[in-house]
């Protein structure tokens, strides 16, 4: 017996951004992640401090090309399906549907190339999974409106959502509205395409365009049911249980706020109103959140199927200022000394991830889903062309286990798993090709060198012994 049930979705995750590339053709307009350079630049732009809303010839923009996977995707899709996925997480690039975000029509091309997707992964009993928006935003809004600084963009990516649902209906059935919404506070220009003048309150303006995001998360999630009531709506959160460094009250006390800081999003999006805790930090630092009066009837009536998250790592938090530091995704925290850590300095936590289930399980009591889970590597590939990445199976397997003891000792419902990056692909926080995560190897490196040749490494054997057993044989 598995703990997992026969449908259980063992898959693999990407996003546009970091594979697509063909950034201008077939009429797509430019976006946020196309601007967003790889070098010391990157993420001074990408916290919004940085202005560069247009492309110049001194820095080299990853997007652009991606890995192709525009040109790749029947290729790729194949191997996806010679793995055993069951599904594919895959986002929407916002600006090759409305290229400048608020076309009368969209983009006939754009359409056409997802529904080849879909299309693609039908032939392989492959269930699409799609996140309407993941770290995507028409330059065109963040130059007219300022991105989601403006109600306005509520009336854009629903419109986007409504072409969605209803041109892929009855082929796409599980849907996230936005990837790892609470990134908003961490990069606010990847994540919402927010820009800062010097003396703007950057609190304020980041928990307006969240609430906008909020509202259109739930009338995007109305009007999929309406158009398909098959149709699963969940909301994602880049999760990860904050710990305090001791048991001093004063660390536990931080660790808390520390969690509701990202808490925040999924208690709006999975029980449908502000928590008290948040209102109270409103209150006291001034936030002043402009709602609408038919805002709280819409949060309220709109709520989650599910809720996503992606996991990396736990994170770990203190009051004393002398402790040692690590990094993380998108944000540094304070270094566990009980945890190893990958070469770009994430520590590994597979308990973490059972921990995260169930503080995620107890507070919302919806189903979950992991939908991005992986290992950031520095692979290499020997004089044999093989690629032994055993790390990255060691990884994959003590989280696999820590969410199979979630499933089956402590009662979790959970819908599936993907793996993130599931073939090599572009890192969002650094923009490097080298830090990869994938099962299936490209061979490109981070001055956009390579042939885009894909290669199986050690994992990818692995990993479909792991989908054809249903997780028992790891
Ligand atoms: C998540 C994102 O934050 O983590 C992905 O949803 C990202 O887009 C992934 O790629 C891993 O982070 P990184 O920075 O190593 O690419």
Avoid at 340 to 348: A, P, Y
Wanted: with cysteine; proline share 3%.
């Amino acid at each position: 017996m598995s703990a997992f049930k026969n449908d259980f979705l063992w898959g693999g995750a990407i996003a546009a951004n970091q594979t697509e590339g063909a950034y201008n053709v077939d009429g797509r307009g430019l976006a946020n992640v196309d601007v967003i350079p790889s070098g010391e630049d990157r993420f001074p732009v990408m916290l919004g401090k940085k202005i560069m809303l247009e492309p110049d010839k001194d820095h080299i923009y990853p997007a652009m090309e991606g890995i192709d996977f525009y040109h790749h995707y029947k290729e790729d899709i194949a191997l996806f399906a010679e793995l055993g996925l069951k599904t594919l997480r895959i986002s929407i690039a916002w600006t090759r549907i409305f290229p400048m975000g608020e076309e009368e029509m969209p983009n006939e091309k754009g359409l056409e190339f997802y529904e080849n997707i879909f299309k693609e992964c039908k032939k392989y009993d492959i269930e699409p999974l799609v996140t309407i928006s993941h770290f995507d935003c028409p330059v065109h809004l963040i130059k007219k409106y300022g991105g989601w600084k403006s109600r306005k963009l509520i009336e854009c990516y629903t419109k986007l959502a409504k072409v969605l649902f209803t041109r892929f209906k009855g082929l796409v059935h599980y849907w996230i509205t936005f990837n790892e919404i609470n990134m908003i506070l961490h990069l606010p220009f990847m994540g919402a395409g927010l820009v800062f003048k010097e003396d703007e309150d950057e609190m304020q303006v980041k928990y307006q365009a969240a609430h906008h995001e909020l509202v259109a998360s739930a009338l995007a999630t109305k009007m999929g049911h309406e158009i398909d009531k098959e149709n699963k709506i969940g909301c994602m959160l880049a999760a990860g249980q904050v710990y305090p460094y001791c048991c001093d009250p004063e660390d536990v006390w931080k660790g808390m706020c520390k969690d509701r800081e990202n808490y925040f999003f999924t208690d709006v999006q999975a029980r449908g109103s502000y928590p008290a805790y948040a209102k109270a930090f409103f209150e006291q630092n001034n936030i002043n959140i402009e709602m609408e009066e038919k805002d709280k009837e819409i949060l309220k009536e709109n709520t989650a199927d599910y809720v996503s998250f992606s996991y990396y790592s736990s994170r770990c938090t203190s009051v004393n200022k002398d402790v040692e530091m690590t990094g993380g995704n998108a944000f540094s925290g304070v270094k566990n000394p009980y945890l190893k850590t990958s070469e770009w300095g994430w520590q590994i936590d597979p308990l973490g991830l059972r921990i995260t289930m169930n503080a995620l399980y107890d507070r919302y009591q919806k189903p979950l889903f992991i939908v991005e889970n992986g290992l950031g590597a520095a692979d290499t590939m020997d004089a044999n062309g093989n690629i032994e990445d055993d790390y990255r199976i060691e990884y994959i397997r003590e989280h696999i286990q820590a969410m199979k003891d979630a499933v089956e000792q402590d009662g979790v419902e959970l819908w599936g798993y993907c793996l993130w990056g599931i073939i090599d692909l572009v890192s969002a926080s650094t923009g490097e090709m080298k830090k990869r995560y994938g099962l299936i190897y490209v061979d490109k490196d981070d001055s956009g060198k390579g042939t885009l040749k894909r290669t199986k490494k050690k994992s990818f054997q692995w990993y479909q012994q792991v989908i054809k057993t249903n997780g028992r044989k790891l």
